[in-house]
């Protein structure tokens, strides 16, 4: 099959870049938050046409300096994903709060995450993922908050990373680098006790900032590419059950947060787990769950993110403790949290609905408990979006002397996320298909080990 | 000429996809910020629940004709995955076409009573969609033949339910009572999730005909004896308790009772209460198998209807006492179906929708009705004789009455024991994260320092 021919993925590497170079040149934060959006909006046709040309055509070399880039099943779908939440944060930022360095960031997290899902080297990814890590620290200190906290747990995660990477590259390397490398990936996904930067980067750096960090879980491609060629099954087995373990943990710590930051935090701690787990299970089933709810976690977090950021944009950090009555001001944002939210634990007809029946049904081999437990961090998320829901959403209406209904802008990303969440239920066969061979594909890998 | 098994497909389609139809049609108009008036929205309600209807009482005019007791109706694999597959299918049998055209019938009235009862009031529209998910979540659970349809209908049952509990959102106690059933509805679904999981595994796939066998209910087929079927009964039992309220987890439907007047008819008179009893009967080889999960059943029946029958003679408003004296029957008709007595139960169930709607839809002029009664007989009608309870020492009667009036101590005890210790554990590890990462060097803790606690 043909399609055009365009080197669609050095084009949507490119655009961020020059998206930066546009807002570097321009004045005005306003003018640089269109350039942004713009470029990253550009760059997200782009994407599209790299996941679609890497589906229906045929491999083709790329020139130089971009000929170690390639998308393969695993990434591709993703390219487009990422490249949507990088637009949605975009379309999220207040233009009357918007900075030139917000823009930026949010570019070169737009670049960074394309070459991190992209990139055929080893080294190349540790590298990506490490620069990725470090620019909340570099958010933090714009809006004068100490990093420090945050990156007292990050730095050791990337250092674990670095190191047993660069010992894994040695002719005779020794068999616990193996254990450092799987160590720093799952930790860099947020595993209990060492889970605490997510909740520091979301109480310190922008909302935008933290979500652009955590959202397209970067990990898993680490995870995918790096661990699990080369892990030794009981190491895979007991850093999985870890990561469930997080993952039921997380869910009882967002159902009872006080704060929505905090809330949405441990939220997404609890699904990176979820995706971190159906990972290292490491059968085909747990890896096309894994996969799947890749896709659906970042979607459906991206959308529960968008609307509380435009209630915090209006009404400043969010209490979970009481009723705020936002409804009768913002109810398309009511109506784009719950769906977005429902989407998160798998409702019917929702986005995340065949992932997390995927996942809870391709771990039954593990045994009755293990799905039991993944049905009670399901459960426990679904009470603290309803909760979050009610907070937020049921009470008395606040009065106030401007009228804060959505933007158009806003609009459009709600429609977005609406859509998304709804009809990327109904395309499921298809995405489950492809994930299950993209699935077989990886662990045929692992089992001609190329350490 | 169109042959019967055609037709019979294309009715089973058109009851589901007129109710699918009326909720696109809901988000067609979120979509393009348009706000339909309270005549459209009343006009495509009507039109919507008549079409399904019609489809529904055809299609059951058609079986009977062509002498089929039950027709499956497979739309084909929607997921296929080497170890899990996801199947759309339907079956019009004599328990789906009875339960699915009482839902209609209900829905029909309920809606016709709603588009004048919330006349004018905010949120009218949300009522709305609220209804019409609902109408479809309960379309689809009732014509399911597979646990995975089952189960969307169900959740969208709950959801529905959930949020029209929060109906009046401006006062507070709306959404609590939301939420506490929200928690109730979430535990129950997980039972609901870990059976399908274990159907999949035992019978190969999510069909109930895979389970229960293929034959028309209630005669359906049987199940082995086997300790992994008692185990996905067990689960079974435990969902259905939840949907029903039985104990112990009836303390949900008293506070249900907060939504508005059509929805508590529809919801917790009517149609999702018995929702649970449905299920059961729908799997009623899987209880016949194992004469433990039977008994299970009538005991879990007989308690609650007990337990109803006692907390419901003290309640002072007439929805309270409506909810309990409903699920009174709700046990009664579980204990029946442990018994076996599926006819019984069916028909016990579609009397009772039919009744408690009616008693439900009355209960907002419940005085008004009195004074004409008072009137017509020139008198008052005379009180209540004293019951079976003034045998009774008055030490046994004083503890009677505390206990219906604390309605079992079911709520305080659910607290007790589960609420307070999940409570105090993640308010502990929170507490713990909090001192970690402050001590650390991260401001924000401080910035999110608890105010003074206002009752949550």
Redesign the interface.
């Known amino acids: 099959m043909t399609f055009i021919l365009l080197p669609w993925l050095e084009l949507a590497l490119i655009f961020p870049l020059a998206g930066a170079l546009a807002v570097l040149a321009v004045r005005s934060p306003v003018h640089a938050l269109r350039w942004c959006l713009g470029a990253l909006t550009i760059s997200l046709l782009f994407a599209t046409g790299a996941a679609v040309d890497h589906f229906i055509a045929a491999e083709h070399t790329r020139a130089p300096p971009f000929q170690d880039f390639a998308l393969d099943h695993a990434t591709a779908p993703m390219a487009p994903v990422l490249l949507l939440l990088h637009v949605l944060a975009a379309l999220g930022s207040s233009k009357s709060r918007v900075t030139k360095s917000a823009c930026l960031r949010v570019l070169a997290s737009a670049f960074i995450g394309l070459a991190a899902l992209s990139t055929t080297e080893g080294g190349v990814l540790i590298l990506l993922l490490s620069v990725a890590a470090l620019m909340p620290a570099w958010d933090m200190t714009s809006r004068a908050?100490?990093p420090?906290?945050?990156l007292?747990?990050i730095v050791p995660i990337l250092a674990m990373m670095v190191v047993g990477w660069s010992l894994l590259q040695q002719p005779d390397a020794p068999t616990w680098a193996v254990g450092l490398l799987l160590a720093g990936v799952v930790l860099y996904g947020g595993v209990f006790p060492l889970h605490?930067w997510m909740?520091?980067l979301f109480?310190?750096a922008g909302f935008g900032g933290a979500l652009l960090a955590v959202l397209p879980l970067l990990q898993i491609v680490a995870a995918l590419r790096l661990v699990l060629p080369i892990a030794p099954d009981e190491l895979l087995t007991a850093a999985a059950f870890a990561s469930l373990f997080t993952a039921v943990?997380a869910g009882?710590?967002a159902?009872?947060?006080?704060?929505a930051?905090?809330f949405f935090a441990y939220l997404c701690l609890s699904q990176t787990s979820l995706v971190m787990f159906a990972v290292l299970l490491h059968t085909?089933?747990g890896v096309?769950a894994a996969l799947c709810l890749w896709i659906s976690a970042a979607l459906s977090l991206s959308g529960l993110a968008f609307s509380l950021r435009a209630l915090e944009a209006r009404f400043g950090?969010l209490?979970l403790?009481?009723?705020h009555?936002f409804?009768e001001q913002v109810p398309?944002k009511a109506?784009c949290f719950l769906v977005a939210g429902?989407g998160v634990v798998g409702?019917?007809?929702l986005i995340g609905?065949?992932p997390m029946?995927?996942l809870?049904?391709?771990s039954?081999e593990q045994g009755?408990w293990v799905?039991?437990a993944l049905?009670?961090a399901?459960?426990l998320n679904?009470?603290a979006i309803?909760?979050a829901y009610?907070s937020l959403?049921?009470?008395?209406?606040p009065t106030t002397s401007v009228p804060l209904r959505v933007t158009a802008t806003e609009?459009t990303g709600l429609?977005v996320i609406?859509?998304l969440m709804?009809v990327g239920g109904w395309f499921?066969?298809h995405v489950?298909?492809s994930r299950?061979a993209a699935a077989e594909a990886i662990l045929a890998g692992r089992a001609q080990p190329t350490p | 000429m169109i042959d019967s098994a055609t037709l019979l497909t294309l009715l089973g389609l058109a009851i589901i996809a007129a109710p699918a139809g009326l909720l696109a049609s809901f988000f067609l108009a979120f979509m393009l910020d348009r706000r339909p008036s309270e005549e459209s929205v009343g006009r495509i309600l009507k039109a919507a629940i008549a079409v399904s209807l019609l489809a529904a009482i055809t299609a059951a005019g058609v079986m009977i004709g062509t002498g089929r007791d039950h027709y499956p109706i497979v739309l084909g694999d929607w997921v296929v995955a080497p170890n899990f597959h996801l199947r759309f299918q339907f079956i019009l049998d004599l328990l789906s076409l009875s339960y699915v055209i009482l839902a209609l019938v209900l829905c029909n009235i309920i809606g016709a009573f709603s588009t004048r009862y919330l006349h004018r009031e905010r949120g009218y529209n949300r009522f709305f969609v609220l209804f019409a998910i609902f109408l479809l979540g309960m379309v689809v659970a009732a014509l399911s033949d597979t646990v995975e349809t089952l189960f969307a209908g169900w959740e969208m049952v709950g959801l529905s339910s959930v949020l029209l509990i929060a109906f009046f959102q401006e006062r507070p106690a709306p959404p609590r009572n939301g939420l506490r059933v929200w928690i109730v509805y979430r535990v129950c679904d997980a039972a609901l999730m870990l059976a399908a999981v274990l159907m999949h595994e035992l019978s190969g796939g999510g069909d109930f005909d895979h389970l229960v066998g293929a034959g028309a209910w209630p005669h359906v087929g049987e199940v082995p004896m086997a300790p992994h079927f008692v185990l996905l009964g067990a689960l079974f039992v435990i969902a259905a308790a939840g949907k029903s309220a039985l104990i112990p987890f009836s303390g949900w439907l008293p506070r249900a009772m907060e939504g508005p007047t059509p929805s508590s008819a529809v919801f917790y008179g009517a149609l999702s209460v018995h929702l649970g009893a449905f299920l059961l009967l729908r799997i009623n080889p899987l209880l016949a198998s194992s004469v433990w999960l039977s008994a299970v059943v009538v005991a879990l029946g007989l308690v609650t209807a007990v337990f109803a029958f006692l907390a419901g003679r003290v309640q002072t408003d007439i929805k309270s006492a409506l909810a309990f004296a409903s699920l009174a029957q709700v046990g009664i008709i579980f204990a029946e179906i442990g018994l076996g007595l599926d006819y019984l139960a069916l028909v016990h169930l579609l009397g009772h929708a039919c009744l408690r709607t009616l008693q439900f839809v009355r209960a907002p002029s419940l005085l008004h009705d009195h004074h004409q009664l008072e009137n017509a007989i020139g008198a008052r009608p005379e009180d209540e004789k004293p019951g079976w309870e003034h045998k009774l020492s008055p030490r046994w009667q004083a503890r009677l009455y505390r206990f219906s009036l604390e309605r079992g101590y079911l709520d305080s005890l659910l607290e007790k024991l589960a609420v307070r210790p999940f409570l105090w554990l993640f308010h502990g590890l929170d507490a713990l994260d909090r001192g970690i990462a402050a001590r650390l060097g991260d401001r924000s803790i401080s910035a999110w320092a608890p105010k003074p606690r206002r009752p949550e």
């Open positions: 908050r100490p420090q906290a945050y007292a747990y605490g909740p520091t109480g310190n943990y009882g710590m159902a009872t947060q006080r704060q930051r905090r085909p089933a096309a950090p209490s403790r009481e009723h009555g409804y398309s109506v429902l409702f019917p007809g609905f065949v029946e995927l809870i049904s391709g039954f009755l799905s039991a049905a009670v399901a459960m679904g009470v309803m909760r009610f959403f049921t009470g008395k209406r609009r429609v609406v859509v709804l499921s066969p489950v298909a299950h």
